[in-house]
T-cell receptor, first 115, second 117 residues
Framework: DQQVKQNSPSLSVQEGRISILNCDYT??????FLWYKKYPAEGPTFLIS?????DKNEDGRFTVFLNKSAKHLSLHIVPSQPGDSAVYFC??????????????FGKGTKLSVKP | GAVVSQHPSRVICKSGTSVKIECRSL??????MFWYRQFPKQSLMLMAT?????????EQGVEKDKFLINHASLTLSTLTVTSAHPEDSSFYIC?????????????FGPGTRLTVL
């Protein structure tokens, strides 16, 4: 039973437009949520995170929104660039805020940004 | 930045042999390292948590006798796949947890592609 779900395996967006990647979770004990970006044959790279006490965190072109009541989070990338093309993993942890031990990952969404 | 390396990046071996994968944190000390496995089109699955100087903690369903983990120093953890079989073929990724500051951040290695013939 998947505790972190990314229901869209792929997403295609035009350069300059907004990319919205979605993630749902089932475990109400999750306290900290992270997004990772992964290129082929490389390890995931940390992108942005949000704790359960917030509903929004912004870092440059990347914004993560958290809706705790819906157990849903989303990553917005605007404007999207071709270099953003990668697989994006949503991850969650039941650890206390600030600790990233025992991450539980979704299956990932492959984002393709077309020039 | 924090860099984590893995060696080898790719290995092909015969069924029944053992394979050792190294994970090193190059510019920071990591008291905790994690080992993940990723099958094609699947999510990263945590296999075990490795703490320096103590026994690794394995996730349910992961055979500790098959996947031997040694965290001998604050910068090195090794995963040995013993008596490898074709079903062990996968992408193995380690991460090292950097402590301090507002958050403890996991930095991932580039991964090791294991193919067992």
């Amino acid at each position: 039973d998947q505790q972190v779900k990314q229901n869209s395996p792929s997403l295609s967006v035009q350069e300059g437009r907004i990319s919205i990647l979605n993630c749902d979770y089932t475990n109400s004990m999750f306290d900290y949520f992270l997004w990772y970006k992964k290129y082929p044959a490389e390890g995931p790279t940390f992108l942005i995170s949000i704790s359960s006490i917030k509903d929004k965190n912004e870092d440059g072109r990347f914004t993560v929104f958290l809706n705790k009541s819906a157990k849903h989070l989303s990553l917005h990338i605007v404007p999207s660039q071709p270099g953003d093309s990668a697989v994006y993993f949503c991850a969650a942890t039941p650890e206390v805020v600030g600790s990233q031990g025992n991450l539980i990952f979704g299956k990932g969404t492959k984002l393709s940004v077309k020039p | 930045g924090a860099v984590v390396s893995q060696h080898p990046s790719r290995v092909i071996c015969k069924s029944g042999t053992s394979v050792k994968i190294e994970c090193r944190s190059l510019d920071f000390q990591a008291t905790t390292m994690f080992w993940y496995r990723q099958f094609p089109k699947q999510s990263l699955m945590l296999m075990a948590t490795s703490n320096e100087g103590s026994k690794a903690t394995y996730e349910q369903g992961v055979e500790k006798d098959k996947f031997l983990i040694n965290h001998a120093s604050l910068t090195l953890s090794t995963l040995t796949v013993t008596s490898a079989h074709p079903e062990d073929s996968s992408f193995y990724i380690c991460s090292a947890q950097r402590s301090g500051g507002a958050t403890d951040t996991q930095y991932f290695g580039p991964g090791t592609r294991l193919t067992v013939l």
